[in-house]
């Protein structure tokens, strides 16, 4: 699976999760799901694609010694960590329809 892919299958989760568990996000006379039961589901969800993306791809590959994951990934065409994993994601995630990220008015 390519990083785009990643990130995709991460968004799409974020969103299934918002979707599944309701969209009033904790609004108690709407009988959504408190705020805080949201965030704890979010976290989860960034928390396993975390783990995922280290287990899976990062020590694969660098077990393999097919290639490494560094700091300046971009500049020396390798994976980037897993911090910066998610870090590119949220990036990405801004520019989707759901303005993951973005503060709303």
């Not at 904790?26 to 993306?53: L, Q, W």
């Not at 660098?62 to 390798?78: D, F, P």
Request: glycine share 8%; charged share 15%; net charge positive.
């Amino acid at each position: 699976m390519t990083g785009k892919g990643l990130v995709v299958g991460m968004v799409s989760m974020l969103i299934l999760v918002s979707v599944y568990w309701g969209t009033s996000f904790g609004a108690k006379d709407c009988g959504g799901i408190p705020a805080e039961k949201v965030a704890d589901m979010v976290h989860a969800v960034i928390e396993s694609n975390r783990t995922f993306y280290t287990v899976h791809v990062v020590n694969r590959m660098q077990e393999k010694g097919v290639v490494v994951a560094s700091e300046n990934w971009q500049t020396e065409n390798t994976l980037p960590l897993p911090a910066q994993f998610l870090k590119e994601s949220a990036r990405l995630a801004v520019n989707t329809k759901a303005k993951i990220g973005l503060a709303t008015s």
